[in-house]
């Protein structure tokens, strides 16, 4: 007798989150791999925020917190929203919640009905499509390529429109592939989607804050869509606070409301410990905080070392990434290639590979929705990074073509 309920079914595990688990059990056996499979900052939280958590700790700040959030912590939020992004908000539209992914699929949920379009620009992060599932929407995937940057235009947009679409959700700086819309991309897209009233947009901007050549935008800025935009940001990446699981949701009211009961039901408050640590984040300005400033420097730096080895990769193809901490290359060079009578057939075959025989995680970029790519994470030492370029290198450079 079945007794799983057919939506886990229906799911799939993430991919992040399995190459990561592949890895952990090789080197439990004792064989060195290099994770580049993970999203996830190698920097510990700045001391002043661990401080003022461990400061709630002895103020005995562990009691139930209200649902959204406590109003101190949504009150900062609308601050550093109108300080770093010129974005107005009130206390009473910000859902405080366990992580930027707890914050999106809240309102997946609390927006989509069966049958329901939600548009994503492909690649796109893993658990976007799962959460359609979940909500028992339908994804329309929009694909883009390494020419355009993977970023989706607006004819594209427009197409995909229909009297059933409910969502556009989309990242910016984007997982996996690094591309950062500017403000004339944004406003363009945002054209488009206010000639459809019946389409949110779920704008994923966790990675703001590693930004290296330009000012972060947010598609909220534009007034004639603001009623049309939820916006989900949290302290995971830029504050490399992955583990304190926060993240929050500015959104029209009407959507707060409805993700503030949703999460009622679900989980209730995320830590008041986190929550007294994520107060000290939002009031911390990046213009000025030493702790960002170096972060997204070394991230800077790596990026541009990972560009100069990638380029030394016969076939690779790759876009330079102006955020996040990842590199989305075109590997279709090597399918059709093998090696001790296994022949590559696609990504997901070629980052077994790289795995097995040089023994450095990636994640194949059928996940994210382009079975061409593979993601590679440089979220950790320059010196791994360089050991594992040059395993790479190695190994393709092995592949032999099958006649």
Known sequence: MELLAQRIHNLSESETLAMTRRSRELAAQGIDVINLSIGEPDFNTPEHIKEAAIRAIHENKTHYPPVPGYPELRKAICQKLKRDNNL??????????????????????????????????????????????????VAVYVPTTVDTEFKITPEQLEKAITPKTKVLLY???????????TRKELRALAEVVARHPH??????EIYELINFDCHHESIAQFDFIRDQVALVNGVSKGFAMTGWRL???????????ACDKLQGQMTSATSSISQYAALEAMMTDPATSEDIRDMVFTFRK???????????????????????FYFFPDVTHYFGKGYSGHTIMNATDLANYLLEVAHVALVPGDAFGNPDCIRISYATSMEKLTEAM??????????QPIS
């Open 302 to 324: 790596r990026r541009n070392k990972m560009l100069e080895m990638l380029q030394t990769i016969p076939g690779l193809i790759t876009n330079v990434p102006k955020g996040a």
């Open 390 to 399: 040059d395993r790479i290198k190695k190994a393709l450079a092995d592949l």
């Open 88 to 137: 107005d908000f009130t206390p009473e539209q910000i859902v405080v919640s366990t992580g930027a992914k707890h914050s999106i699929a809240n309102v997946v949920i609390s927006l989509v009905n069966a049958g329901e379009e939600v548009v994503l620009p492909a690649p796109y992060w893993v658990s976007y499509k799962e959460m359609v599932k979940l909500a028992r929407g």
């Open 247 to 257: 993240g929050y949701l500015a959104a029209p009211l009407w959507i707060a409301k």
């Open 199 to 204: 389409v949110v947009i779920i704008s994923d």
């Open 171 to 181: 990242s910016s700086p984007c997982n996996p592939t690094g591309s950062v819309y």
